[in-house]
């Protein structure tokens, strides 16, 4: 149980596109978990499926958003960001996708974590996979000294208590974290240049550069269905995933960074992962990949003319 005497205020952001079948496991879940001083927020990023009137009609004590159109991933929830940092006055923001069930416990230990360890940007804890309970997917991300950020912790892993203890993270994915007001007003939100895919990489990124840290919190769960709203192998996330990293590098890091982070990253892609893609007959994902990768040349190229402009 939650060890502090003052309750920080929480908003659980909720983004959903198309994702109505999603939001009953995931809201209940939310909404039942054991902390006095929180609020469920649900932002419909321009669904066609009856989100909003679910919503409505099931949850009324839900706070409900709604973009008519979807600005992807970082878009949609900045719209909830802005709404609990800018328009009223949490003290936290506990962003989570809407394929996921939450322990009872989690806002509980994200906050504990969190007021424990001045300076923290970020809380995170433990994913695991819907059809493994007890195997992690994530339990945050290491350092790499060419990619920057490193492989998932803890992936494949039945839980037997060896990530029993919170410490300092290098990198973590979004699947859930607890944001704190000061680093949003410090650094600002998602940078919608990434409409989905490495959002959370390139806020990180910025965050620990204004000397901030990533925490993880041992005693928060979390179960996740993995990829339920874009699919684990569609074309879509096969483009962003080429592009995004490579851009919150190109962003955020030195030139000698960049540099080997390139060459590392279009090798891989263009001599082992497209080509393993073809053999498997996945024409248009290959196809996007490819894609993706000149998108992020591209990006480089005019943000170096600009400079020089």
């Known amino acids: 149980m939650l060890t502090i ?8 952001l909720i983004l959903s596109y198309n994702g109505k079948e999603f939001l009953i496991d995931a809201v209940q879940s939310y909404l039942d978990c054991e902390y006095p001083n929180f609020a469920v927020a649900v932002i419909d990023n321009g669904s066609t499926d009856g989100t909003e009137d679910f919503i409505r009609n099931n949850y009324p004590n839900v706070v409900f958003m709604r973009s008519e159109k979807n600005l992807g991933y970082s878009g949609g929830m900045n719209i909830g960001l802005a709404y609990a940092f800018e328009q009223n006055n949490y003290d936290y923001v506990l ?19 969190a007021e424990a360890n001045p300076g923290t940007a970020f809380t995170t804890g433990k994913v695991y996979y819907y059809e493994r309970p007890d195997v992690f997917q994530t339990v ?6 060419t990619l920057v950020r490193g492989k998932h912790l803890g992936r494949g892993e039945k839980d037997l208590g060896q990530f029993d203890r919170d410490k300092e993270l290098a990198f973590c994915d979004d699947i859930f ?37 990533i925490m993880y919190s041992f005693k928060a769960k979390l179960w996740h269905k993995e990829s339920m ?13 080429a592009r995004n990293p490579m851009i919150a590098i190109m962003k955020n890091c030195n030139s000698k960074q960049i540099k080997n982070y390139v060459i590392n990253k279009s090798y891989n892609l263009i001599f082992k992962s497209i080509p393993k ?6 024409i248009s994902k290959a196809f996007a990949s490819m894609l993706g990768l000149l998108s992020a040349y591209k990006y480089y190229i005019i943000s170096k003319i600009n400079k020089i402009i």
């Open 140 to 145: 945050g991300k290491s350092s790499h000294p």
């Open 5 to 12: 005497k003052v309750f920080p205020s929480v908003l659980v």
């Open 229 to 241: 709203t874009i699919g684990k192998s569609s074309p879509l996330k096969a483009y962003y995933d």
């Open 277 to 282: 893609t073809l053999i498997k007959g996945h």
């Open 177 to 213: 974290w607890l944001v704190s007001r000061e680093v949003y007003l410090k650094t600002g939100g998602y940078d919608t240049e990434f409409f989905l895919q490495a959002e959370d990489f390139d806020w990180q990124l910025r965050a620990k550069k204004a000397g901030f840290k």
């Open 95 to 113: 962003i989570t996708n809407n394929d996921v069930i939450a322990d009872k416990q989690i806002i509980a230990a994200l906050v504990e974590t």
